[in-house]
């Protein structure tokens, strides 16, 4: 016969006082899940424009593919692509709509793929003695495969673990300037011109790979109680962008070099990475807080809190 705990009467009165009153008042720091919000229209329009995006790429490989030089083999592809695709974003859009993050999700890691296939083809460009590379139906197939494997990879990520849209864009935003600042700095510390184009394309190509890595984490031990905030991400971008390009034009202005040169090269890796310090400090006094806020709902019902004590007797 089993062995009855002695505190079971207190459990059962507990179950039965919390059926009666209530669990009491909502956890304040209880997110509700993003796949339980509608998507912002913000990111559902940057949905829509990587889907056109998609669309004229999908073109430009196929008329690659087909070797023709006449517009009629992208034109035509990549109009049906288009379509297709916007359909499709559409379809979904009209039938249980995007969850909140989703989009930018997919987004993010599209442009990622498109990146990183746009760079190893830069490189073999470089490092090729005629400084063609690859085919052109294999370079414009990398890019093509690029895309739709990320676009395939975000969407399966927000599947398995949805995130508010803040977490994917900073992946993404620290994937895009540690890959520019990685490129930047490669190329300001190659003495030689002729090597310098191979290895910042070399490097660049290999920091975004690490940002996406380095973002990922970062996003998730770093993440404020509420989510990052979307615009507080942005605002980075922003820093990062007029911060490398005021610089690094001045520099050029001043010292009449080379947008490829050692020292315009450097002088925009230094403007980056000031710009982001920078934005991050400014961002929340101008209204752009690190943290996002999402909904909250009760932590959990009555009845769950009486089977779970329930279920917790010895």
Do not use: C
């Not at 912002?40 to 424009?49: C, I, K, M, N, P």
């Amino acid at each position: 016969m089993p062995r009855v705990s002695r505190d079971l009467p207190r459990h059962v009165l507990t179950g039965a006082l919390l059926l009666l009153i209530g669990p009491g008042p909502a956890r304040a720091d209880a997110p509700v899940s993003p796949r339980d919000l509608p998507a912002s229209v913000d990111e559902r329009a940057q949905l829509y424009g990587v889907a056109l995006g998609y669309g004229a790429l999908s073109g430009y490989w196929v008329q690659q593919l087909s070797g023709s030089d006449h517009w009629a083999p992208w034109v035509f592809p990549g109009a049906g692509a288009a379509a297709i695709a916007v359909g499709a974003v559409a379809w979904i859009d009209a039938q249980d709509g995007w969850a909140y993050g989703q989009p930018q999700a997919i987004v993010t890691d599209s442009l990622i793929g498109t990146g990183i296939a746009a760079l190893w083809v830069w490189h073999d460009r470089e490092r090729s003695p005629a400084g063609e590379g690859w085919s052109p139906a294999l370079q414009s197939t990398m890019l093509w495969s690029g895309a739709t494997l990320g676009a395939t990879v975000g969407w399966l990520r927000y599947h398995l673990s949805p995130s508010p849209p803040g977490q994917a864009a900073l992946t993404g935003s620290t994937a895009l300037w540690l890959g520019a600042l990685s490129g930047s700095l490669a190329g300001a510390f190659t003495p030689d011109a002729e090597d310098r184009a191979r290895n910042a394309s070399l490097a660049a190509a290999f920091g975004v790979e690490g940002g996406v890595v380095l973002g990922s984490w970062l996003g998730r031990a770093l993440r404020p109680q509420g989510g990052w905030s979307l615009g507080w991400v942005r605002a980075l971008d922003v820093g990062a962008l007029l911060g490398a390009a005021t610089v690094g034009g001045a520099t050029v202005l001043l010292t009449e070099a080379d947008l490829e040169s050692r020292a315009t090269l450097g002088a925009a890796a230094a403007g980056l990475t000031a710009g982001i310090a920078a934005a991050a400090w400014l961002a929340p006094r101008l209204g752009w807080p690190r943290e996002g806020s999402l909904r909250v709902v009760p932590e959990t019902s009555a009845t769950h809190v009486s089977l779970k004590l329930l279920g917790e007797l010895p």
